[in-house]
């Protein structure tokens, strides 16, 4: 079970887009539709922004989306705000019957 | 309102055991999976393994099988980590989180584990 493939980093300015990119394969994101989001401060405990590939919770900015094609899976931040500057984790269920993370993507807004 | 509340950060040597704990309230304690999440420091997350309260299914992670133990007291609604043999490698914060496998909502504050000389 290795971790999911995330790109270390990414930026983009305000009011702009970013999308940050996680790839697994068909036995963790490409064979589940459990693939989860997580936004993480410095020093903070991690937030779910995203869940079942797609879905929401109540009180996250419809700014934030998720998709899936194949073993990869994506959340798009659109108009970004400085406060979206932060961490960001996908994590997925996998064939072992337990989760695995993305190694973590740093977006910076520039 | 949910909530997870862990137990306090913790300074131990190599080689000490420890066990460290996870309390829910505001929610039906043993019908919802939790996972124990390691973070190193600087580092990224890790899940560790998760227990279901109800039956105390549990399933760890590969790299952390038979590295440390996860339980659950339903009766108290508390979920525990713990450690047989601590290494300085174990230094890390710890979290627990409701709901890993949909996707967790409900985290709580987290549990600094030093392990020093």
Redesign the interface.
């Known amino acids: 079970q290795s971790a999911l493939t995330q790109p270390a980093s990414v930026s983009g300015s305000p009011g702009q887009s970013s999308t940050i990119s996680c790839t697994g394969t068909s036995s963790d994101v490409g064979g589940y539709n459990y693939v989860s989001w997580y936004q993480q401060h410095p020093g903070k405990a991690p937030k779910l922004m995203i869940y079942d590939v797609s879905k929401r919770p109540s009180g996250v900015s419809n700014r934030f989306s998720g998709s899936k094609s194949g073993n990869t899976a994506s959340l798009t931040i659109s108009g970004l705000q400085a406060e979206d500057e932060a961490d960001y984790y996908c994590s997925s269920y996998t064939s072992t019957n337990t989760p695995v993370f993305g190694g973590g993507t740093k977006l910076t807004v520039l | 309102e949910v909530q997870l509340v862990q137990s306090g950060a913790e300074v131990k040597k190599p080689g000490e055991s420890l066990k460290i704990s996870c309390k829910g309230s505001g929610y039906s304690f043993p019908s919802y999976w939790i ?1 124990w ?1 390691r973070q190193m420091p600087g580092k ?4 560790m ?2 227990i279901y309260p109800g039956d105390s299914d549990t ?5 952390f099988q038979g590295q440390v133990t996860i339980s659950a007291d339903k009766s108290i609604s508390t979920a525990y980590l713990q450690w047989s043999s601590l290494k300085a490698s174990d230094t890390a914060m710890y ?1 627990c ?1 409701r709901e ?6 409900d ?4 549990t600094l584990v030093t392990v020093s000389s």
């Open positions: 996972g999440v990224g997350l890790e899940w393994g998760i399933r760890y992670s590969p790299s979290y989180a890993p496998i949909v996707g967790a909502r985290w709580g504050q987290g």
